[in-house]
């Protein structure tokens, strides 16, 4: 089991920015990838940004160039956002992909419970 545990959420101005950080703890022998995704009510979840055990990133279009992941060892992963819109108003959440308790178990999607993120204009 993983734990995923989000902090950094809170409530910006417009054209602010926030840092979003994320822990896992837990028994795994290894987190392949981890990323943010966010969702708003009565939308489906949707990706923002992943980046690999080996340093490869992939964003969502409309975040490109505002928002940058990182990850400081296999564990901990960030987010950082600039330029903040209303429209980037969601909640956040961590995910850890293909993440295997063992090397011969089943690769498993784990989630954090999710930070509220508010841009107002």
């Known amino acids: 089991q993983v734990q995923l545990v989000e902090s950094g959420g809170g409530s910006v101005m417009s054209g602010g920015s926030l840092r979003l950080s994320c822990a896992a703890s837990?028994?795994?022998?290894?987190?392949?990838?981890m990323g943010w995704y966010r969702q708003t009510p009565g939308k489906q979840r949707e990706l923002v940004a992943t980046i690999s055990s080996t340093g490869n990133t992939r964003y969502a279009d409309s975040m490109q160039g505002r928002f940058t992941i990182s990850r400081r060892n296999e564990e901990t992963v960030y987010l950082q956002m600039n330029n903040l819109k209303p429209e980037d108003t969601a909640v956040y959440y961590c995910n850890a992909e293909k993440v295997k308790q063992y090397p011969w178990t089943a690769e498993i999607d784990y989630w954090g419970k999710g930070t509220q993120v508010t841009v107002s204009s």
């Open positions: 837990g028994n795994y022998y290894r987190i392949n990838v």
